[in-house]
């Protein structure tokens, strides 16, 4: 079993959608959870983290943490064509673990 | 604030060889990562530095290894290049101190291929 787990897509909304993006993960031990987001042919960037259950927001995102279920999610609101990219679900303990990704295509 | 800094952006070398890459974090990040992405794996965590002391390591073999200096700066070396070690390298630094993970930000990388 993966570490950290993601669909690996790809996932298709239409602008102006709702994408919902899904990461669980093995450690019981995790404490930390994130969400990157990698556009083609360059490095991650930070969109948002959370360390306690339930919801946290961020302008058109927001991250929802579930540690009963090991389960971490983000969503966007008001898709935008920018928005288009692999998103990374990060996990820490100790060390950080990534999942593998999940593509994003936002359709105009 | 200037972000994470990695040279070289690209390396060509030949199985067999070795290469060293180089870290400069963010200043007052005293954490640095080592993480390769390969299409097929993803993002596979190779080690972790604080404080010039080793504080986490990932499962590659001895051949990867890596170091920290004490101004946080970092280099890591990867010794007998083998064809599978082509990959992108990324470094990201952070805080490294708290009770939970700090955000990891990271540099550029540095795309290896080996021939």
């Known amino acids: 079993q993966k570490e950290v787990e993601q669909n690996s897509g790809p996932l298709s909304v239409p602008e102006g959608a709702i994408a919902s993006l899904n990461c669980t993960y093995s450690d019981r031990g995790s404490q930390s959870f994130f969400w990157y987001r990698q556009y083609s042919g360059k490095s991650p960037e930070l969109i948002m983290f959370?360390?306690?259950?339930g919801d946290k927001e961020d302008g058109r995102f927001t991250a929802q943490l579930n540690k009963a279920s090991q389960y971490v999610s983000l969503l966007i609101r008001d898709s935008q064509p920018s928005d288009s990219a692999t998103y990374l679900c990060a996990v820490g303990n100790n060390d950080m673990r990534f999942g593998a990704g999940t593509r994003l295509t936002v359709k105009p | 604030k200037a972000g994470v800094t990695q040279t070289p952006r690209y390396l060509i070398k030949t199985r067999g060889q070795q290469v060293t890459l180089s870290c400069s974090p963010i200043?007052?990040?005293?954490?640095v990562s080592w993480y390769q992405q390969t299409p097929g794996q993803g993002l596979q965590f190779l080690f972790e530095y604080f404080s010039e002391t080793q504080r986490n390591k990932g499962n590659f073999p001895g051949r990867f290894s890596g170091r920290q200096f004490s101004n946080s700066r970092s280099e890591m070396n990867v010794s007998t290049l083998e064809l599978g070690d082509s990959a992108l390298y990324l470094c990201a630094s952070s805080l490294g101190d708290g009770n939970y993970n700090s955000p990891l930000h990271f540099g550029n990388g540095t795309r290896l291929t080996v021939t």
């Open positions: 200043s007052g990040h005293r954490s």
């Open positions: 959370i360390y306690s259950n």
